[in-house]
């Protein structure tokens, strides 16, 4: 059975930064497009970015493209969202997906697209 695990959420201050990890069990991880998304009290999860099975492909929403970046280490099992220059409309539970799909990592900004989900983790920013 895939599992999921996400780390590394937390309270910071506007401006600050944070690194999300997601360690992936029980599956071939280099076989999963990877995805995060984020969901805020009372809103759609929505897609935050994506990354290829080796990832030299990456995908982001344009809310967060040039704050945050997506990468993966295909021996560690893991895949991680660097989170800088945070703002508090970012706060939000952040969920990391895999996907056993092939498609282009710019068709997975869907909920729909991904076969495997994380429990979430809290990400607070203080104004």
């Known amino acids: 059975q895939v599992q999921l695990a996400e780390s590394g959420g937390g309270l910071v201050q506007a401006g600050g930064s944070l690194r999300l990890s997601c360690a992936v069990s029980?599956?071939?991880?280099?076989?999963?497009?990877m995805g995060w998304f984020r969901q805020a009290p009372g809103k759609e999860r929505d897609f935050v970015a994506s990354?290829?099975?080796?990832?030299?492909?990456?995908y982001y929403a344009e809310s967060v493209k040039g704050r945050m970046t997506i990468s993966r280490d295909n021996v560690k099992d893991t895949v991680y969202l660097q989170m800088n220059n945070l703002q508090p409309e970012d706060t939000a539970v952040y969920y990391c997906?895999?996907?056993?799909?092939?498609?282009?990592?710019?068709?997975?900004?869907?909920?729909?697209?991904?076969?495997?989900w994380g429990q979430g983790t809290q990400v607070t920013v203080s104004s």
């Open positions: 997906a895999a996907s056993k799909r092939f498609l282009h990592v710019q068709n997975m900004d869907r909920t729909t697209r991904y076969d495997y």
């Open positions: 029980g599956g071939t991880f280099s076989n999963y497009i």
């Open positions: 990354i290829s099975w080796s990832g030299n492909g990456t």
